[in-house]
Structures are given as C-alpha cells and as structure tokens.
C-alpha cells in the first residue's frame, strides 16, 4: 500500500518543566516501505512547511543497533513487532486509517527532556558504577587464545551483550525496573573467565546504583523480555541475583 | 605549492615504530595530572582514546552528541576486525597484513602508517579479549575466524554480525571505570562547533550543549578529534542520521589541511533503495560474499519478466545466470574489494540487468551455500539418504548460526524471506577514506590538535579492505596516540591550566553564536532536508561511483549555487538557545555544502582511477585488464591536503609524495 493515511496521537512537551499533552495530527500518502521514523519525517516536513516546530525525538542509526530510538508506539515499546526497535519497524505493520498513540519511554528515572526525547543518563552511570573489567592498555596482556573459553559461554555471553541500551525494558515493566538491564552486563562479564575476579563487587554496586537511580524492583512479570528488541533473556536476572546473594553470603 | 612532511621516523619498516617508541619524550605521573586533553567522538577511535589517556593520568574532557559514547556510530559496524594473529596457520603475518592494506587501498596510503597499524593489530585482540569482549569461538574454546574481500587468508575475529557493537561497548566499558574514578568528564549531548588556537596551538574548542542550546568554552592542552567520516555529504548513505563532517570542517577552516577528499568507499552490499522518502540506507554485511553469489540474469528477457513479477529469480535456470564477479575475477571472485564490486554491479545494472524496479540491485544468493552445508552436516550426523528437503533445513541451521541477525534485518526492512529467494542489493556510500592530513603522529598541520580513526586520511588509501576501520580506530585510540601525544606534551608541562578566558575563545564563540543566530532567524521557505536530498543528488551523480572532468566541474557550479540558495531560503523553526534538532542539522548541512565543493574539486584535480575513485578518463584500454581502472602513479603517487582560503573552489593544494620502499608498485589485479 502506497497511500496510506493515519491519525497520530503524540505527546508534546516543550520542556522537561511543561505539563505536556497528546496532540493530534494527520498524515498522508504514507507508503508500507517507509520506516517508522521516516513517516515521523514526513509529518515533520509537513509540520517545518506550515511553521510549526517538529517533534523532537531520539533517533541516529537507524538500523537498531545504537539504541537511540524510543517511542512508546500503540502501547508497546517500540510498537507492535516483536524483535525490533522503532527504526526498524516498517509501516506495513499499519493499515489504511489508522489511529497511532506514540508517547515517550516513560519512567521515574527517565525524565522527559522533549516531547519524545528522555534522558537516559541513569544507565550511563549505573555502568560507572561496575560495567567494566579492571584491566589497563598496556599492550601486554596474555595472548588472546592463552585462556580457552567454553564455547557455550561464549555464546551466552554475546546473547546477553547484545543489549543496546535502550531502555524498553524499563518502559515496559509496571515497577521500572532494569533488572533487566543490569541483569545483561552483570551476566556477560560472569560468564567469562576475565570477568570473574570483580563479578560479586559488580553486581553489588551496579544494583546499588540502579536503586540510588529510582528503578523499582523486578517481579518476575516478565514483560521486559518480551519487549526487548534485542531478546534478552530472563535467565540473565536469575544470574544477576545468584551473583548478588552469593556475594553478599561472603 | 608546498610539499608535506609525513614526520616518517627513520629505519628499517619493521623498526619504526619500535625505534619511535623507544626514543620517543614521556611526561612523568605527577605533570600528566596537569595536562587536559579534549576528546571528541567516542566512537572506537575517540573512546578507546580518552580511555587509554585517562587511564595514562591526564584530565580527559570527552564529548559526543549522542546521548551516551556508547551509541557513536561505529556500534552499527557488523563484519569484523582483521588482526595478523595467524590463528588458523594459513600463512598470515605482519608483513602480509601490511601488504593487503597497501594494495587493498590502491597505493595511496602511507607505508609507515600501514605498517605500524599491521603491528599493532594483534594487541587489539589480546586487549579486547581482556575486557571481556565476547569474540565468536570455536568448540575448543578458542577464537574463530572469517575471511573478508581482497585477501586470501582469514584472519578476521567477529561477534555474530555485531561485532562493532561489542568492540565500542568494550570501549565504553574503558571509559566507565575512567568516569568513575573522575579521570573522564564527560559530555553527552554536546557538538563541537569550533575549534580556538591560541599561539598557533589547539587550546579548546567552542560546543553546544544540545539540551539547552547553551554555548560553552573549554580549553585543553591538546585536542583530538575521533569524529569519524562525511559520508552523509551524500545525504543517504550507511551512516547514522547524526554523522557529520562538522568538527572537522571547522578545524579546516582553522587551519588543518583536508586531505583526499573525493576517496568515498562505496558499499557493495546494501539494501536497495525504495522511494523518495528514504532516510538512510542499511549494509548488509561483507562476510555474506563468503557464502552470498552475486549475480544478475544473463538474459535482458529475465529481467523484464523479473521487474514485471512474472518470473522469480529462484526459477531461472544455471546457465541463464551471469555470476559476473565470479566470471571477471576468477582468482577472487566473490571476495574482490569492495570498490571492484560496486563498480561491477553499477557496470550490470547500467548494461540493463538490474533486477528491482529501480534497475538498481543484484542478487546475492545463499542456495548453494544453504546446500552444501547441508551435505557437509548429513554427513557429520551419519544421514547418508538424506532428502533435499532435509539437506536444505540442515543447511539453512548452519547459515542461521553464522548470518541469523543479518537476515533477520534484511527481512524487516524488505519482508522477503532471504532463506527462500535472493536478497537485492546494491552499491552505498559507507565509509570515508579521506579525511584531515595527520603526519605519523596523527597530528593535523595545527600543533596540538590530532585526528584518529575515519577522521583522518592515513592508513586506508583510496580503498578500504573490509574489517580494517575497526582495527584503525582502535590502534590509534589505544596504542597509538597514547604515545605520540606524550611527545607532544612533555614540551607543555610548565604551561599550566589553559584560561578560556582570552580573546580566541572570546572571538570563535561570538563566531559560532553570530552562525546560529543567522540561521534560525532567517525565516526562508524550504527546510533543511530539502537542501540536504539536493546535495545528495549532485554527489550522487557527479561524484559517485563514476566520475569525469564535465560532471565535476557542473559538481562545484552547482554545490556552490545550492550553497548561496541555502542561505538565503533555509527555514529553521524554533531558537537557538534550545533544544532544536533542526538546528543542529541545519548546521551540518551547511558544511556538507562547503566539504562538498572540495570533494568535487580533489576528484576533479586527481585524473587518474584509484581505489573508490574512478575517473572515466582513465580505464585499462585492451589486454587481460580491459577496462579495468587505470592508475598513474607517475603523476598521482601523492597525497592530496588541501589547505582552506576562503572558499572551497579556492582551496590551495599542498601534496605529500608518496613513497613505496617496501611495497612494489604494481596494478591490482585480482582475476
């Protein structure tokens, strides 16, 4: 379908002090092909032609991976497919007269900066708080093959570090919580012979820092997993808590 | 016309580096806790960068204007990172690492850098692994590798087909400790707008807080720029929305030389494209041509019966396809370089054989692989009666394991199902081998102010070998600059803090605010965008894939009249001291139209075909090469650096000679 033509219900707001509302407006001539965010394009050109200010949102690779974007499409994070972030849901996922809602990833610790846009930084700095290996460029580590690592491990490892960091899960789950979040970070260094001699500290001041930060605590709803875009898994919670209680017996 | 000093230590190729690191002046502890470094960027080069210096005791200042360093553009980069590790024992090593590149790029990059940047490959690996990075490895636990374009080994370390992601996110992981222990300050959501030189030295830079659109000074003792390519002078291209060419714009117009423009890496494998509205254009991974065949209809028949939708690729027999890559280059085949494969494709689909509506695509088609996989796991798994059926799905398991996420994204963008049919590609602007002149310090010709990975010119030449930006945004950011800079500095350690208090930092802020200001009350008629899709198409057209003398030269008449026109009828709604995204665009754009006159220029003045650039005036004329590109070195060997006077058109060339001691000379053949 080449033509289509939507109703959009989106949230302004000018600043992170305005109230903000849902505003609506018409687009037309969308096609099936486009992208999400290039429809966002076209209704943004239109509204820049009759000298309007456009919607602001967050956006920059485009091919889900930098996890920039975050729009809260129809009631979902990143909308109705499974597997994939706002750039890369495609517009034949909508019929002909549709009405679309798309508000902000919306949380206590995400405060809206502009009308879609959040600030996200308490990710950044519940990383600070543990999201490395405490290793030094010396150009003298051991060599890359000295350590085999079990390939399973590997393999789980890169499944949890797939994360980017978007934050679905934290606008999906009815507590905020990212455990889900931290629950990936903590599991890909756990999961590695080099990331063993800090995995308890790890996983105690990155949850500590995610408390400080006002995410709420997991209930095991499971929502998080389901809207993730990048499948990460719910095991990677249970890990982050066998870290945090076997740390904490020590 | 003045001639470069590249600074090229002296000695033997293999010493070099040795030699320079040996001798090289260092800074003591107690003064590097005096001396601020600004990083911009905090892509591989820029992040592992402020990481490293932070880590080495200096207050590192880094800003990105992405919300977080983690998502800088090179996240999205998917294939891998070459490393001479000679894991797999089929005869790789430094030097031949050293000779791919040299060639990969066509003979115009600089010997001592390449080879700096082949020694240096193999601690990238050894310190990734350190950081946790989880490389793709095989049942003994240990590293696995694949082969990319233009070489003949396998040497390449990957993380499924994301292994950019993980290598920024190691980075990342760096930075975060530095930023704990307040090493780091960093700066999301800032854009540097310029660059302010006090004495001759970099001392700072002018940049935006893009929340609240306030403009800020910082100074520093040195600064690097890890800004990455200009791809999107194209306008649609593989880069995020976001990538520009600003800071290093600016930091030209302060003075550093602009070095090859024109040397644009064009993509072979990407998605087609679909309408007028498209924003941005997604790469399919190089390491699908180790198991992808490229090939269009031999038949003009086919193709129409294919554009019509009468006929699937699926249904045409063997014999009525032309694997064209396999049929030129029978050595390579589908693993030629990149500029060799754009450059057939666009030969194809020009002759008439594109196979979408556009007449823009091939195929890369996976059925052969999909079967012999298959056979290969029957085999293993003892079914000796195993039907086609069964050998497909056996198949399609194995290509999941190694492509699964690729084809995942293909299907979202296109809703074809690439395990059943061909997928379409076609050529993409992706990567931008020139960049700012740096000598072998990565200094640019402003003291104290560097640039690393994509935003120099230095190691690629006028081609870049798949899986090598990785590895030269690393090296420099980790191995590299960490020890030139400490050359530079030990001579600054009685400088003291530098004041943003002086009439530099006074004059390129009221420069940068009088910029803005005229841009959001200018009040024309057109947006951003448009200015931006017109540039793309004058690029796109003149100075593509193909390039001559007549279309250069209407680039430059008609870039500088869309520049004229840009500022008369631009419209930039909302103000300058907040947060405004056209605003921020409209800035880029209005460098892009600058970069883009040059770029045009530097094609127009390099008359020979090299690497990514080919100039129609200049093709193999008979033989075994026919009508393959042909390269001059006699009048080209150089580097182009470019020095800004003005305007773009009169720019002042400045050439560094290039020398090949250790590399002969030859023309790149790969049939």
Known sequence: MDNMNLTLKIWRQKNAQDKGKMTDYNVTGISEHMSFLEMMDVLNEQLINSGDEPVAFDHDCREGICGSCSMFINGEAHGPVKGTTTCQLHMRSFSDGDTIYIEPFRAKAFPVIKDLIVDRSAFDRIQHAGGYISINTSGNTQDANATPIPKENADLAMDAAMCIGCGACVATCKNSSAMLFVGAKVSQYALLPQGQVESKMRAQNMVAQMDAEGFGNCTNTGACMVECPKGIDLSNIARLNRELLSGSLT | MATLDGKIPAGPIKDKWTLYKDMVDLVNPANKRNIDIIVVGTGLAGGSAAATLAEQGYNVKAFCYQDSPRRAHSIAAQGGINAAKNYQGDGDSVHRLFYDTVKGGDYRSREANVHRLAEVSTNIIDQCVAQGVPFARDYGGLLDNRSFGGVLVSRTFYAKGQTGQQLLLGAYSAMNRQIARGKIQMFNRHEMLDLVIIDGKARGIIARNLVTGEIERHSAHAVVLGTGGYGNVF??????????????????????????????????????????????????????RNDGRIWVPARLEDVEAIRSGRLKPTAIAEEHRDYYLERRYPAFGNLVPRDVASRAAKERCDAGFGVNATGEAVYLDFAAAIVRYGEEQATIKGEKDATDVRIKELGKSVVEAKYGNLFDMYKQITADNPYETPMMIYPAVHYTMGGLWVDYNLMTTVQGCYAIGEANFSEHGANRLGASALMQGLADGYFVLPYTIGGYLSKDIRTGKISTDSPEFAEAEANVKQKLESLVNNKGTKSVDYYHKKLGNIMWNKCGMSRNEQGLMEAMTE??????????????????YELNQELEKAGRVADFLELGELFAKDALDRNESCGGHFREESVEVGGPQDGEALRDDENYAYVSAWEFTGKPSDAVLHKEQLEFNDIELKQRSYK
């Open chain 2, 235 to 288: 306008f649609l291209s593989t880069n995020a929305m976001g990538s520009n060419v600003t800071a290093a714009w600016k930091t030209h117009r302060r003075g550093a030389y602009f070095a090859n423009p024109c040397f644009t890496q064009i993509h072979p494998t990407c998605i087609p494209r679909s309408g007028d509205y498209q924003s941005k254009l997604t790469l399919m991974s190089e390491s699908l």
């Open chain 2, 559 to 576: 870039i500088a009249e869309l520049r004229d026109d840009f500022y008369k009828n631009v419209s930039v709604p909302g103000g300058a």
